[in-house]
């Protein structure tokens, strides 16, 4: 079976309103008001984010902290809300790309290792031939 791997590039509005939507749906609502800021961080290979939002009704801008396996499951849902095509069974991880946020999608990759494209690339090189004698 073809193995594939998947990449979604999320930009910081889109990880907010995925965070957004994925907290209502869990009855666990962000505050509603302004969003200020989209921090993407990186602690020992675990994504965090913080979202700052400013709150409608005037108090003090409040950050929150988001963690990888939630913003992995805000953004799986977020791709079916929006139609973005997205393999159920594969194995997901998420990567900081600069100020914007990847999904890793990867289904039927086994024993290659992160980086993928490294593993491959060495899986594929053609095998040296013996040089003839002259």
Known sequence: MPAEIRHIVFCGAEIASA???YR???GRPLPSGSL???DIGTNAGSVRVSLDIAPDNGIATSTWEIGSAEITE???LYCGAHNVPLPAA???SL???GDSLLLIVALNVTGAGWP???GLARAIQPKQMPQAAD
Do not use: D, N, T
């Open 74 to 76: 805000a953004l799986v």
């Open 116 to 118: 993928l494209s490294a």
């Open 24 to 26: 209502r749906a869990a």
């Open 19 to 21: 965070v957004r939507e």
């Open 95 to 97: 990567q900081r790309f």
């Open 90 to 92: 594969g194995a997901k």
């Open 36 to 38: 200020r800021r989209v």
